[in-house]
């Protein structure tokens, strides 16, 4: 197939020093910033308009190139106070424009030294609306990302790469991006009197957060509803999470096929969901409770990825704008009976929150915590430690009967 090239949004140099070769042959040319890498993954698009450093650090974009549809992500700088991740997974950037100069009293540094010591390649000069219009047509493309400043590339290796990448389906990514080790967590959310994060209070609930690839912010949120957060790499068994004696377990979000992650990880939230423990379940961890009780995932078309998604709680008829990145959901025609939908998607209907009928498991697939986002939804945090708090009266009741 010979290739294409799109019309670029901006001009370029004579020598374009960054190339993004989809896998249907199509060349893009452009500005290379960021570090000189080749990095070979699935093109995505977000439609957030801030927030660019969080994005990036979110752990649930392992295997991808990050599209930017915002024609100026903004010109904040990068901090090391607005990560997601020590370790950033995404594996590179596609912008129309670069940022001017950063203007913002927290900045320590702009956006392509950052890049650069975090060995991510970005490419700017793109026509992202004809991008974004060719995902959202044909879906999410395999594509690779070439950065070289000296504009020298081997256009026939580039042009095999993304023809002989798996792709993102089958992949199990969420134990590439867990904790080492298990560790308590100790920061709640942002204190604006003092321009810090808070410490947790040591006197409440204990929840147990397993680490599927878990945003930061997802930890500051469970501080704030809990006296004591431990963190577990996504492998943990059951045994050994309720021997930490949990008041509440907590499933992350994460990147990957969650089928995959599911094929170690369902039997023990099963185990602990079985045990009567309240469970709360975000992005990966929602999919995964919906493979534990017997439900199938697939693989979207193009995903979700933005800060502007609606979701509509069925029970109440309420709205909610919410922040969402994935690119799998639950097939709500393998339900079982006794996990209930609780919440749609009114962009295309699809499954985005689950309740157990019986058990204390609740899960939504949008992202509470924010950050990019609104914050709408936040109150899920504190209707976990609200149901926590009436598991252990109902305990405490039937002891006494």
């Not at 400043?149 to 389906?169: K, S, T, V």
């Not at 999470?241 to 023990?268: I, Q």
């Not at 929602?286 to 199938?296: D, N, P, W």
Request: a negative charge; charged letters at 20%.
């Amino acid at each position: 197939m010979k290739p294409t090239s799109f019309d670029i949004f901006q001009p370029t140099p004579e020598k374009p020093t960054a190339l993004l070769i989809l896998d249907d042959n199509t060349i893009l040319q452009g500005q290379g910033f960021g570090a000189e890498a080749i990095r070979v993954g699935e093109v995505c698009f977000n439609t957030s308009m801030t927030g660019y450093q969080e994005i990036i650090t979110d752990l649930s974009y392992a295997g991808q190139i990050i599209t930017f549809t915002f024609p100026h992500i903004g010109n904040t700088g990068t901090n090391s106070i607005d990560m997601e991740s020590a370790s950033p997974a995404a594996l590179g950037v596609v912008l129309s424009h670069l940022p001017t100069p950063a203007s913002n009293y927290r900045a320590d540094a702009p956006l392509d030294q950052w890049l650069k010591s975090l060995n991510i390649p970005g490419i700017a000069g793109i026509d992202t609306r004809s991008l974004t219009h060719r995902i959202r047509d044909k879906g999410a493309p395999k594509g690779v990302l070439a950065v070289n400043y000296n504009g020298e590339f081997d256009i026939p290796a580039l042009l095999a790469m993304p023809q002989n990448w798996h792709g993102l389906a089958g992949m199990e990514l969420a134990g590439q991006v867990t904790s080492d080790d298990t560790h308590d967590w100790t920061i709640a959310s942002w204190n604006k009197e003092n321009d810090s994060y808070r410490k947790i209070n040591s006197d409440g609930l204990h929840i147990v957060s397993y680490d599927y690839g878990c945003k930061l912010n997802i930890l500051r949120c469970l501080g704030d509803v809990a006296g004591k957060v431990t963190v577990v790499p996504a492998d943990t068994d059951a045994d050994t999470v309720m021997a930490l004696r949990p008041d509440g377990v907590f499933l992350s979000n994460g990147p990957g096929d969650p089928a995959e992650t599911a094929r170690y990880a369902s039997t023990h939230i099963r185990r602990i969901a079985d045990s009567g423990i309240p469970v709360f379940g975000i992005c990966i961890g929602h999919q995964l409770i919906a493979e534990a009780f017997g439900a199938k995932t697939f693989k979207m078309e193009r995903g979700h990825r933005g800060a502007n998604h609606p979701v509509k709680e069925l029970a109440t008829g309420m709205i909610e704008i919410t922040s969402q990145n994935h690119g799998f959901a639950v097939d709500p025609d393998s339900l079982p009976d006794d996990l209930d939908i609780t919440h749609i998607s009114l962009f295309d209907q699809s499954v985005e929150g689950l309740k157990h009928r019986s058990l204390p498991v609740f899960c939504v697939q949008y992202h509470p915590e924010a950050s990019p986002g609104p914050h709408d939804a936040h109150h899920l945090f504190k209707r976990f430690a609200q149901l926590i708090s009436k598991a252990q009266a109902d305990r405490s009741h039937h002891a006494k009967a």
